[in-house]
């Protein structure tokens, strides 16, 4: 058998460890077996390509390797707090290579013609990469609090975007259609990376866990472009499973928030509405203290926790884990309701929970939640605003009316962690807050947590 | 590429993408993030393009983008792979207590 048939015969082997991969990722027991599976196809990939024969030098390869190495550790080990921005770096890092190979492919053949469809692909593949790149880019920067988180938006918007990427692609056809040169790739490539850029401004965090889970899916998508252009079935394959992937999270995250693709994209959620907010001094709420709070958590059976974005950005997880212990010790069935837009990506406060040794069992998802509230003494909203208002459920003037929510307003009592009556992120009133059963607790999450833990170790000691 | 080898290959696109379809619908949304994270470890078979354009030392400015495309992705891969580790090592089951 010839040298190129073992490497043919490696990605194959490869692209069957990748599937297992992902299939073994379904379920945490066999979860880890999915990683590992993962790592063994990758190194067929990198094993059989290192064996190729029209490799020249592995020179600069040693190099890239070590360096991507040195930084690819670092940001293994980023705390659990950072990884939606971590995501969203890869996302751009990912995205990157696929442009920058398609770019170095247009000029290597630039002398040669390239035929009609390799030119598409390529196209294809430098247009999503750069976008791609840009955008993550700009994602990391609102997650990482570099640029501000509120959506930016001018007159003509959405205009202006669809223009440039429209340029953008008709260059792409110009180029497979054999009229212009490198002139206008560069072009193209500069008009997709300023898309990328274009396309985040008016995206709110609140819309981070879609716009994500969409980069997700391209980054992808550009790798399987990669494979048409080299004519590589590995690439494509790997490529489209990042592709669906990312697709499924994006449509799951849209479902969440009962809202479309095109409006997560060109709606520029998260702007305060006109007059959204009025009327909210003149319902009247009843607040409580850590005290007040410790007592009637320790005296309740049922406690669900609903952790939102507040609990990540305040780093209160280890202190929602002294409470679970202290209360789990005293008997109370404590269990947590997850939203799945909860946070900033899909599956955040997951990681966040587990992270804090809160075993996975007591996470439950919407539906589960859901069908447990009613039955609950307790509901702990901690951080979390938007998906625990009931206006979703009636108010159809409501921006977030028909999304599903968590139904906090059924347990007995509601308990709401919070900064001050302001409206939240996306500048909606949540109802939530001035029903009678519901008592506010003012203050920054992990501190009023750290006092009510206090409160509540003094009450079952002295008690 | 010919007509052919195109059509080919969207054959193993759309065969791979129904694959993916229905493995990714089986995952439990507790594992998502680990799942964005894998996938995107996978995503880093760019690299495959990447070691091709960069080893074949045709042009400096192939080297260059082509290492530099090789670094990107190895910080997918080793980054990727480990994060996921990582958080996976953290899901522990209850009851135990």
């Known amino acids: 058998m010839s040298a190129s048939l073992w490497i043919q015969l490696a990605y194959l082997l490869s692209a069957v460890c990748f599937i297992l991969s992902l299939s073994w990722l379904s379920s945490v027991p066999t979860a880890r077996r999915g990683v590992l599976t993962g790592v063994l196809g990758m190194a067929l990939a990198v094993g059989g390509t290192l064996l190729r024969p029209e490799l020249a030098s592995y020179k600069w390869l040693a190099v890239a390797f070590v360096l991507g190495t040195t930084i690819g550790v670092p940001m293994a080990l980023m705390p659990m707090t950072a990884v939606p921005q971590r995501t969203a770096l890869s996302h751009a890092f990912g995205a990157l290579a696929a442009a920058l190979v398609g770019t170095a492919e247009f000029f290597l053949h630039a002398h040669g013609p390239l035929d009609r469809f390799t030119t598409g692909a390529l196209a294809l593949e430098v247009i999503l990469g750069f976008l791609t790149f840009t955008a993550s880019l700009m994602a990391f920067g609102k997650l990482q609090e570099i640029l501000p988180q509120r959506p930016i938006t001018f007159r003509g918007q959405n205009l202006v975007n669809l223009g440039v990427l429209a340029v953008a692609v008709a260059l792409g056809v110009a180029l497979v259609a054999g009229k212009g040169g490198a002139g206008a790739f560069l072009l193209m490539g500069g008009l997709a990376l300023a898309f990328g850029i274009l396309l985040i401004i008016p995206i709110g965090g609140a819309d981070m866990p879609t716009v994500i889970s969409l980069l997700n899916s391209y980054a992808g998508l550009a790798a399987a472009a990669m494979g048409f252009v080299l004519d590589n079935n590995l690439l494509i394959i790997a490529g489209s499973l990042d592709g669906s992937s990312g697709l499924i999270l994006s449509i799951i995250m849209c479902r969440a928030m009962n809202r479309s693709f095109t409006n997560v994209l060109f709606g520029a959620f998260g702007q305060a509405p006109a007059g959204g907010a009025q009327g909210a001094e003149a319902k009247s709420h009843r607040s409580a203290s850590a005290e007040e709070a410790a007592s009637i958590l320790v005296n309740a059976s049922s406690v669900m926790v609903v952790p939102g974005y507040g609990m990540a950005a305040a780093q209160a997880q280890h202190k929602v884990r002294e409470l679970y212990d202290l209360l789990t010790k005293r008997g109370v069935d404590v269990k947590f309701a997850i939203h799945p837009v909860a946070g900033r990506m899909p599956g955040h406060m997951n990681v966040l929970l587990a992270e804090a040794n809160i075993p996975y069992d007591a996470l439950l998802e919407l539906e589960e939640a859901n069908a447990e509230l009613p039955q609950t003494d307790v509901a702990l909203v901690i951080g979390a605003n938007d998906v625990t208002n009931p206006a979703a459920r009636h108010d159809k003037g409501s921006p977030i009316y028909g999304m599903p929510i968590i139904d906090t307003d059924k347990a007995r009592t509601v308990m709401a962690i919070k900064r001050s009556m302001n409206p939240g992120f996306a500048g909606i009133d949540n109802e939530l807050y001035y029903l009678d059963r519901t008592l506010m607790l003012f203050g920054d999450a992990k501190g009023f947590l750290a006092e009510v833990v206090k409160e509540a170790q003094a009450e079952a000691s002295g008690g | ?97």
């Open chain 2, 1 to 97: 590429m010919s007509g052919e080898q195109l059509i080919s290959h969207l054959y193993v696109l759309v065969l791979a993408t129904f694959v993916g379809l229905w493995v990714i619908r089986r995952v439990s949304p507790l594992l998502h993030t680990p799942l964005m994270s894998l996938t995107n470890a996978i995503s880093a078979i760019t690299v495959v393009g990447s070691i091709v354009v960069a080893g074949r030392q045709e042009s400096t400015l192939s080297t260059v983008l082509g290492t530099i495309a090789v670094t990107a992705s190895m910080i997918n891969i080793v980054g990727g792979y480990l994060i996921t580790y990582r958080m996976l090592a953290m899901f522990k089951k209850g009851g135990k207590r």
